[in-house]
């Protein structure tokens, strides 16, 4: 049964979830900095997401498609590195691109 941190740890996720497209990682990142939740509770609510995580990479790569204006390489490069997405994931979001 989760505490009451982590219910709460959860909703604040599936918020920024919905309305940025952002990698697991940053979420995480998100609720322990901004929100100052501890880290056990910022686990739990990345691992309880209900969230297709390359789908997410795809939605974040045509987000920024344009800022990159580059080759397929740079902008998986800024999706691992600077949106903290996994290397599968930002493949598959590159690989079905438009």
């Keep these: 049964e989760p505490t009451a941190e982590e219910k709460a740890a959860l909703e604040k996720a599936k918020v920024a979830s919905e309305s940025f497209h952002i990698s697991k990682a940053k979420i995480k990142e998100s609720l ?3 929100e100052k939740f501890p880290e056990a509770a910022a686990q ?3 691992d309880n ?3 297709n995580w ?3 990479a795809l939605e974040r790569a045509k987000s920024v498609q344009s800022t990159v204006n580059g080759s397929k390489e740079k ?3 800024l999706l691992v590195n600077y949106e903290k997405f996994s290397e599968e994931e930002a493949q598959y979001a590159v ?4």
């Design 54 to 56: 390359k789908e997410e």
């Design 75 to 77: 902008l998986k490069d």
């Design 44 to 46: 739990y609510a990345v």
């Design 95 to 98: 690989d079905n691109l438009k």
């Design 32 to 34: 322990v900095n901004q």
């Design 49 to 51: 997401l209900d969230v």
